[in-house]
């Protein structure tokens, strides 16, 4: 159980255009989902926490109109990289949680972003 | 401030032989703790976590941890290390009242034939 899957897993788009990663929850209702980003060799860096339902809530620095973030149900959650470029390129991880008291996240496997 | 050290980027171990990661955090009260494994290209999985009860904890794949309120440590064990055990380990600290998990910044593990 606790399965959670990311597509696509690998894209590469031209600079300017954008980007849209879906998070989904498998088999369990997933309350908060958080996305990570993770530069090479280095650990997760939190952009934003979301709620179903509710506006996300971005990390100092994060550029909320540029990582459009919508949590429309309680198994999905976009991330959506508007206008890339090349410094966008990254591995981007969700990862949900079913409940607020115990904070374990449930990760996905990573979507690999190009932007040449 | 919350955080989590993990003083070790990286580690060798020959295969068999026993494995130890450190892990070190800071937190204003009694800490939930994680140990998560990232395979290469993949997301993280988790090993092991603590929220409360006997500090000796055990996990997926022969793991172990053990926290240590005195020492503020949540150190990861394995008494026989495979091959396939080779990847970045995260350890990561999580609480209530809308405290985010933290990271540590990962320690990679080498396996020696």
């Known amino acids: 159980g606790a399965v959670v899957s990311q597509h696509p897993s690998r894209v590469i788009c031209k600079s300017g255009t954008s980007v849209k990663i879906e998070c989904r929850s498998l088999?369990?209702?997933?309350?908060?989902m958080f996305w990570y980003r993770q530069f090479p060799k280095q650990s997760l860096m939190l952009m934003a926490t979301s709620n179903e339902g509710s506006k996300a809530t971005y990390e100092q620095g994060v550029e909320k109109d540029k990582f459009l973030i919508n949590h429309a149900s309680l198994t999905l959650s976009t991330l959506t990289v508007t206008s890339a470029h090349p410094e966008d390129s990254s591995f981007y991880i969700c990862?949900?949680?079913?409940?607020?008291?115990?904070?374990?996240?449930?990760f996905g496997p990573g979507t690999r972003l190009t932007v040449t | 401030a919350q955080s989590v050290t993990q003083p070790d980027i990286h580690i060798t171990v020959s295969e068999g032989a026993s494995l130890e990661l450190r892990c070190n955090y800071s937190y204003g009260a009694t800490p939930y703790l994680f140990w998560y494994v990232q395979s290469p290209g993949q997301g993280l999985q988790l090993l092991l976590k603590?929220?409360?009860?006997?500090?000796l904890v055990q996990g997926i794949k022969g793991f172990e941890a053990e926290f240590k309120r005195s020492q503020s440590s949540f150190n990861l064990r394995k008494p026989s290390v495979h091959w396939s055990d080779a990847a970045e380990y995260f350890c990561a600290v999580g609480g209530t009242g809308g405290f985010k998990t933290i990271f540590g910044a990962g320690t990679r593990l080498f396996v020696k034939a």
């Open positions: 088999d369990f209702q997933a309350t908060t």
């Open positions: 603590y929220f409360s009860g006997d500090t």
């Open positions: 990862s949900a949680s079913a409940g607020l008291v115990s904070y374990e996240q449930y």
